[in-house]
């Protein structure tokens, strides 16, 4: 895979279940969001709301907080990935326990070239430090829950190893429609990720409404 000039769209999941250095969850993955932009040649497209979710994986933990930004960037997609683990180092994140509490977790969930809108399977290029799609992506109500709100239409290949099944590819909105229900059950959005607009619903889906087309209050199950 060549260097692409002309940069990349990337989704980023923002998770957070411990309060760390900023205080609280939600306070974490807000300061990461705000690195994100911070670093050279990347630019915001759109951001979620902040949404509480059960812990996936290993389930005797607190609720997370999560969310997912839209950036653009010229950094090629490992840069961005080293970058997003010196965020994390530094909101002092430390791998103790596989899918443990943890005080920010950024991860990269999808590239596309922004030339093409094509999505990039990494196909083995990065080995298993960078695996694009992210191989859990397509079974994570967590990811897709707030991704679907700013951008379902996204294509979403699921790679080969995923938990969800064999390869194909679908857009986000269709993954999180194909979720059982146990898999959103139990998460509710919270508020803004950042000060200024945010995006919800854009892109041709209000994932934030109930069947009244009220917003849907914070006990208020995203899946009926």
């Not at 709301?49 to 010229?74: C, D, S």
């Not at 093409?116 to 290029?125: A, D, M, Y």
């Not at 294509?155 to 986000?172: D, E, K, M």
């Not at 993954?175 to 950042?194: F, K, M, S, V, Y």
């Amino acid at each position: 895979m060549a260097s692409n000039t002309a940069g990349w769209r990337v989704a980023i999941g923002l998770g957070s279940n411990m309060p760390g250095d900023q205080g609280s969850p939600e306070a974490m993955i807000r300061a990461a969001a705000s690195a994100v932009l911070d670093l050279p040649g990347t630019q915001l497209l759109a951001t979620s709301q902040v949404y509480a979710t059960p812990p996936w994986g290993v389930v005797t933990q607190e609720e997370f907080r999560n969310a997912v930004i839209l950036v653009a960037t010229e950094l090629e997609p490992l840069d961005l990935l080293h970058a997003c683990q010196h965020i994390e180092n530094e909101g002092g994140r430390v791998r103790l326990q596989h899918w443990g509490p943890r005080t920010v977790d950024l991860d990269l969930l999808a590239a596309y070239d922004a030339a093409t809108g094509e999505p990039v399977i990494s196909g083995g290029r990065w080995g298993e430090e960078l695996i694009l799609p992210h191989p859990y992506t397509t079974a994570r109500g967590f990811v897709l829950v707030p991704w679907a709100e700013i951008a379902p239409e996204d294509p979403l290949p699921r790679v080969p190893g995923s938990p969800a099944g064999p390869a194909a590819i679908a857009t986000v909105g269709e993954w999180l429609a194909q979720l059982p229900e146990e898999d959103t059950a139990g998460i509710t959005q919270l508020g803004a990720l950042l000060d200024g607009p945010s995006t919800p619903g854009e892109a041709g889906v209000d994932v934030l409404k109930n069947d009244n087309k009220e917003p849907r209050s914070r006990d208020e199950p995203w899946v009926d």
